[in-house]
């Protein structure tokens, strides 16, 4: 059975930092990314990164949130730093088998990913 545990999430104020882990077991995904979800907002792409390392980011994270992965413990990571309250959300671990070459913008898009989990609440205030 294929899944994807994240951990984490938890408060914190504006301008510290958080580190999100995703766990998948069952599955080796060829790539991993980061979601999140405000309420009352669309779920929105924050990082993705691809089978040969490769990476991208939303334009609201760039410098402040790093994506990486231990292939070793089939483990996704988001360090993310000067955090905001804007950056307030559930975040949601997502994967697939799939490959993607190049970093276009529609891999950002929810639909093009398959596995996803539960989710861990951030939340930042000022």
């Known amino acids: 059975q294929v899944r994807l545990v994240e951990s984490g999430g938890g408060s914190v104020q504006a301008g510290g930092s958080l580190r999100l882990s995703c766990t998948a077991s069952?599955?080796?995904?060829?790539?991993m990314a980061w979601f999140r979800q405000a309420p009352g907002k669309e779920r929105e792409g924050v990082a993705c990164?691809?089978?040969?390392?490769?990476?991208r980011y939303a334009d609201s994270v760039k410098g402040r949130f790093t994506i990486s992965k231990d292939n070793a413990k089939n483990t996704l990571y988001l360090e993310m730093d000067s955090l905001k309250p804007e950056d307030t959300a559930m975040y949601y671990c997502a994967a697939d088998l799939g490959y993607w070459y190049g970093l276009s913008p529609t891999i950002m898009a929810p639909a093009n990913w398959n596995d996803w989990g539960q989710g861990t609440q951030v939340t930042v205030s000022s």
């Open positions: 069952g599955r080796t995904y060829n790539r």
């Open positions: 990164i691809i089978h040969d390392g490769r990476t």
